[in-house]
């Protein structure tokens, strides 16, 4: 019965890996077409509909937020679903499915970096050389083996907008540890989905949402669905359910898997081809990230 509950777990983690990589396929595919505000918007208004329902069957009810909360809840909406998706749309119209997963992928490490510098923790040689190699991989797979072209001007806008992804949700991540000593974490994510979708819709409309929302195709909005069902509502609440009951040093190495899936997708769905370069990346990212986040106690297992 143990063995089939934890095996349960496992599969669902290794599933929201799949369904986070298959976030990268569904964006590409949709930001060709409709707008980077309002694929954020729909995304968003889809997902908060569904977690106000799963927190209110999970918990009761959606808890009031106290005076104190508020700020950082607004925070936590503005940085991990208004920037990051704002920019992980944008960056998507530009590069391949399989180059921005390689560059998200960093996100743990900069976690690290940035938790040693604001919030003290310490940074050991293990995850310094995590840190290393992790970038060294991002560096490769980003300028497709030609290191030479990482100092050349050309290099492009579309990784830039994925990079600031990666800065959006470090600072989401840092702020998420001080809101969820007060608040579940899905009560959490449904608050700053809801904060983000509230933000976007002022943007999309501008964009000319509900002047072209009826000219969207059947498969925009099948990918605008996915992402706001499987990429945000199933993965966030099994991913936490991961957490709950594994740990969330266990449960954050299934993080790894999402590049290989984002990259398997984008090679079976669009196409994009799988290159030496990005091989030697992702082995080099995905061994960082798992460095990075080894814990130093050996378990007593």
């Known amino acids: 019965m143990e063995f089939s509950s934890s095996m349960k777990i496992y599969v669902k983690l290794l599933l929201t890996a799949l369904f986070w990589g298959g976030t990268f396929v569904a964006g590409r595919i949709v930001s060709q077409n409709v707008e980077p505000f309002s694929i954020a918007f729909l995304r968003f208004a889809i997902a908060s509909i569904f977690l106000i329902l799963l927190t209110w069957k999970t918990e009761g009810k959606l808890p009031a937020l106290k005076k104190l909360q508020i700020i950082p809840v607004i925070l936590l909406g503005m940085t991990g679903i208004f ?66 072209q990482i100092f050349d001007t050309s290099l492009g806008l579309g990784e830039l907008y994925i990079f600031c992804c990666v800065l959006s949700w470090v600072a989401y991540s840092l702020l998420g540890k001080a809101v969820m000593n007060n608040l579940s974490p899905l009560a959490s994510v449904s608050y700053s989905a809801i904060v983000g979708a509230v933000a976007l819709s002022i943007p999309a409309y501008f964009e000319g949402l509900f002047q072209n929302i009826m000219n969207q195709s059947i498969l925009d909005w099948l990918c605008i669905s996915y992402l706001g069902v499987f990429g945000t509502v199933i993965g966030f609440v099994w991913y936490y359910q991961g957490v709950e009951r594994l740990g969330p040093t266990k449960a954050g190495l299934f993080i790894n898997f999402v590049p290989i899936f984002a990259i398997l997708c984008a090679f079976l769905i669009l196409h994009e081809p799988i290159t030496p370069s990005l091989v030697v990346g992702t082995v080099l990212v995905i061994s960082g990230v798992y460095l990075t986040n080894r814990t130093s106690k050996v378990s007593a297992t």
Do not use: D, W
């Open 83 to 148: 920037t990051y998706n704002v920019m992980f749309f944008k960056g998507l119209k530009i590069i391949q499915a399989s180059r921005a997963s390689l560059i998200i992928a960093t996100c743990p490490v900069f976690i690290s970096i940035f938790s040693a510098f604001f919030l003290k923790e310490k940074l050991n040689l293990t995850k310094g050389l995590g840190i290393v190699i992790s970038v060294c991989g991002a560096i490769v797979a980003i300028s497709k083996g030609n290191i030479n």
